[in-house]
């Protein structure tokens, strides 16, 4: 069975900090490019960052620049997201994904998904 596992979500504090990670099974994440995703309440799914399968280019959204840092483990099978310096605004589901194509801010590139993990920064 192919599936994406994400965890390391929770409650944080204005300035905390979390590292997501998005594991795989039944699958190599190596072949794959690893988005995530993330969705407030009321909003729009948007993509937050990206890690290219062939190079490990990494790609953000410009409001987690500077702040979010992208890295596969492939011995591990997994992807992290470290989040520093988070925002009330950074709250939302995160998900990961992988696209066989490429990295896209566009949901219907990816071909897998995770169930996703609720990440909270509140003081």
């Known amino acids: 069975q192919l599936q994406l596992v994400e965890s390391g979500g929770g409650l944080v504090q204005p300035g905390g900090s979390l590292r997501l990670s998005c594991a795989a099974s039944g699958f190599t994440l190596d072949y794959y490019n690893i988005g995530w995703f993330r969705q407030a309440p009321g909003k729009e799914r948007e993509g937050v960052s990206c890690i290219n399968s062939s190079d490990g280019t990494t790609y953000y959204k410009a409001s987690v620049k500077g702040r979010f840092t992208i890295s596969r483990d492939n011995a591990k099978n997994t992807v992290y997201l470290q989040m520093n310096s988070l925002k009330p605004e950074d709250t939302a589901v995160y998900y990961c994904?992988?696209?066989?194509?490429?990295?896209?801010?566009?949901?219907?590139?990816?071909?897998?998904w995770g169930q996703g993990t609720q990440v909270t920064v509140s003081s």
């Open positions: 994904a992988a696209s066989s194509t490429y990295c896209s801010v566009y949901g219907n590139q990816y071909n897998y």
